[in-house]
């Protein structure tokens, strides 16, 4: 067994104010309208538009670049909208390395493909900065209402859709906030300037919706009493749960959750108040652990590691996140499997892991071979999922597959009046955009049943 050595403690403001904000600041600054329109001329328009089939909400790319190069970026913005109500957060979060810039003819050919997700965000935040009005219109009021839980990408896109068809909307909040993954998921410098709460308040606009937080399914609100006082309902309140970790001494102080550290990290106020520690081990190898790593060495970490039981190919982080995570100095390790966390007087101290291997058919296998890092905090990053007990015992006919709700391909529940949408159905991606057009579809079929 090797041993490499790294200690340290848990600890708040080590970096100035004027660090933090430079590490804090955005990742991505956005275009001005000349590089807008320069990028928008690489674009070559294709008639079989590759990178449109690859976005989940099917937004007219080659449309709204042209109306970019045609210096109408809030017409190119309406485009976008008119696909995914959430296309300014999905400009800045979306893995469009993996997505439509991925099958970009100049990516193909160049390796250098036209910069969407850019060029989306520069028309989105145009609309949104220099327009009062907002872009879509209530069709008259159908006197119908709909119940919408969750205020996260897939209930708000839900419930901009219903709107815009005219039926009255409440949407159930358990948290304090609406938002979702977009306000408590996503790390700060990928979405500064408070933009989750301004894009909520903007899709409000359109009028016919009501969100009341502080509302739990379950504790506060019941899924018969839904069913029975709206017309359908919607369930979109997204992965509450996360995944255990079986390694010994997981519950040891300085041993968290990565989901909610980056939550607290999203709404605090004073980044110098946010302890971290001097050598940091996050396990993982989603975008989660990605965010927790970036951000824990944005806070002054001085060593941080990302762990990954697999190797490199296999991490759902893109290789984008990877070079992001390690172009700001985080170290990441492959297949290393948590085996066990040491600790003194309950405090963490390091964490051993067994060396793994996969066969040709991926099946990971233990090498035998051991290496402990000694580190003082340790973030958890291995996955989410859905807590049925809120559904469970009031929503018998509320059909679960692999632990999360199944649903049609209408997003229809097993539930007479109950569709759902986001990370909590079986199948889902877990991405902001799918869980958008989740919701879109769950929208369009409610309006139809509703409209029969």
């Not at 956005?30 to 590759?50: I, K, L, Q, S, T």
């Not at 989901?259 to 999203?266: E, N, P, S, T």
């Amino acid at each position: 067994m090797s041993v490499e050595r790294r200690s340290g403690t848990i600890s708040a403001g080590r970096l100035s104010a004027e660090q933090l904000r430079e590490n804090f600041c955005d990742l991505h600054p956005p275009m001005n309208p000349h590089e807008a329109a320069v990028e928008a001329d690489r674009c070559y328009f294709c008639y079989d538009a590759p990178c449109m089939n690859a976005c989940p909400t099917g937004i007219d790319i080659p449309l709204f670049i042209r109306q970019i190069a045609a210096d109408n970026p809030n017409g190119a913005a309406k485009t976008i909208f008119d696909a995914n109500i959430f296309g300014a957060m999905c400009a800045r979060v979306c893995p469009t390395e993996t997505l439509c810039e991925e099958v970009c003819v100049r990516e193909v050919a160049e390796d250098q493909p036209v910069r969407i997700g850019m060029l989306q965000r520069y028309a989105t935040d145009h609309l949104m900065e220099t327009t009062t009005e907002h872009p879509f219109k209530r069709a008259a009021e159908t006197g119908k209402r709909v119940a919408v839980v969750g205020a996260g990408p897939a209930g708000l896109s839900c419930a901009h859709r219903l709107s815009m068809h005219g039926h009255t909307v409440t949407v159930f909040e358990a948290r304090q906030k609406p938002g979702g993954l977009n306000e408590y998921g996503i790390a700060t410098y990928k979405a500064t300037d408070d933009i989750a709460q301004a894009e909520v308040q903007w899709l409000l606009g359109i009028g016919g919706i009501t969100i009341e937080t502080d509302k739990a399914l379950g504790r506060d609100i019941h899924l018969r009493d839904l069913t029975a006082d709206y017309d359908a309902v919607f369930l979109g309140m997204g992965l509450a749960g996360v995944n255990a970790l079986t390694a010994e001494g997981a519950d040891s102080a300085g041993s968290s959750d990565a989901v909610g550290w980056i939550a607290d990290l999203r709404q605090t106020t004073d980044l110098s108040q946010v302890p971290v520690g001097n050598r940091v081990v996050v396990i993982g190898g989603g975008m989660t652990a990605v965010d927790a790593a970036v951000q824990a060495k944005n806070l002054g970490a001085d060593e941080v590691t990302i762990a990954y039981r697999r190797g490199k190919e296999a991490m759902s982080a893109s290789g984008y996140e990877q070079e992001v995570a390690a172009t700001r100095g985080v170290h990441l390790r492959y297949n290393l499997q948590p085996k066990r966390i040491h600790a003194e007087n309950g405090d963490v101290t390091g964490i051993t892991f067994e060396k793994t291997a996969s066969d040709a058919n991926g099946k990971l296998s233990a090498t035998g071979e051991e290496v402990t890092l000694e580190a003082d905090q340790i973030f958890k990053a291995i996955g989410q999922s859905f807590v049925p007990d809120s559904v469970a015992a009031e929503g018998a006919a509320l059909t679960l597959d692999g632990g999360r709700i199944a649903v049609d391909d209408e997003r229809k529940t097993s539930m007479d009046k109950v569709w759902a949408g986001g990370d909590c159905i079986a199948g889902g991606e877990d991405l902001t955009v799918v869980a958008v057009e989740d919701g879109k579809i769950a929208a369009e079929s409610i309006h139809a049943a509703l409209s029969a």
